[in-house]
């Protein structure tokens, strides 16, 4: 259906879907244990104050600071100690004036004690007596109570996706299960008369099914719940079936191959039968990946990749991977890890298109690792296995020159 194919670039395509899309988060109460890459439903709260108690930084002694002001390694201060604090108890040592106790790192101060000296600036001056070397103010090597966090402060926002150093956090207070969104579900349709399962041995002309299982890695990756509908031919009756199939399992329809403008490749009319408002964008200003679907269908996405799995995985992450966060309340996902390179070689490219070129990175020039493009059709897989990320050559720029610092979007 080439009246559809009005070619805009990538993040205007995904506004235009964006201003289309209304999004309503349900919710979950999962593990916190179990909760990395989920996105918070709501904002969760601190339950108490972190540090409970004042904890020491170092091992060393407690001491009242004063105890130590003017204090050399010619003219240490002179104190007596008056026991050890016990690490996962409460401290029975309080100390009076001249006084210290021995601390360990993590542990409870002495009742009375205001500051830690380090033990590498103290010596044992013979029975009792504890020299200490340099003075130290009130509250060195001392975490407050409530230094890292206030009770009732807010301590996660809502659509945040959880790290690592967050389920860390939560359960320093003692949060061990919250609320997260529900996780879109993604149904998958591959279209192709060429196409076989993977297990099978392809017969002449025919090849196996790669972009079922690569899209449902990135939808897993990028915190959907893939769901593999159907492998059909080019047929329009066919497709249309598999489609409604698809559109009662998931929140979000992809089909992979069939969006390009050729009489063979039915999925625009297909998408654009099932429901309002069909078809919002029929191509983009991207190489690879240009014969790109975006559409909602009764409130719900749907998307036609291009067939070639470089350009399906280019275009699920500019497009599918933003709406998959957005479902899910997320309105600023992270974006992929990045680094600074030296390109290896001229590329070439066309003003107002953008390019996404797969690059491997080599061995370091001047500090920086130099970055390889790795040229290829966008139907050879193995382009993508030998990659180690992706530069993107502007809209406005008509090439990049070897020797130019590029940013790397590392897989």
Known sequence: MPEFFNVLAPEEAFEV???????????????TSKALGRVTAREIRSTEDLP???RSTMDGY??????????????????????VVPMGAATEVSLGP????????????????????????????????????????PGENVLQVGEDVREGNDVLPAGH?????????????GITEIEVARRPVVAIVSTGDELVPPIETPGAGQVRDINT??????????????VPVALVEDDYEAQREAAVDALEQGDVLVFSAGSSISSRDLTASVIDSLGSPGVLVHGISLKPGKPTIV????????????????????????LVR???????????PPGPATLTARLARDVASVAGREDHVQVRLNGTENRRPTAEPVFGKSNLIYSLVRADGTIIVPLDKAGLYAGENVEVKLF
């Open 17 to 31: 879907l964006r201003k289309h899309l209304s999004v309503r988060v349900e919710s979950e109460r999962v593990p």
């Open 52 to 54: 409970p108690f004042p």
């Open 62 to 83: 407690s001491v009242r600071a004063a105890d130590t002001f003017g204090a050399t390694e010619g003219l240490p201060a002179y104190l007596e100690l008056a026991g």
């Open 98 to 137: 001249g006084e210290a106790a021995v601390t360990f790192t993590g542990g409870m101060l002495a009742d009375g004690a205001d500051a830690v000296v380090m033990e590498e600036y103290t010596q044992h001056a013979g029975g009792v007596t504890v020299e200490v070397l340099r003075p130290v103010a």
């Open 161 to 173: 996706v959880i790290r690592p150093q967050d389920i860390g956090g939560l359960m320093a207070l």
């Open 213 to 226: 299982y690569t899209i449902s890695a990135l939808v897993e990756k990028h915190g959907g719940v893939p």
């Open 295 to 318: 559409a909602l269908i009764d409130g719900k996405p749907a998307f036609g990749l291009p067939g070639n799995p470089v350009s399906a995985m280019v275009v699920f992450n500019l």
């Open 322 to 332: 933003p709406t998959l966060y957005l479902l899910a309340g997320c309105e600023n």
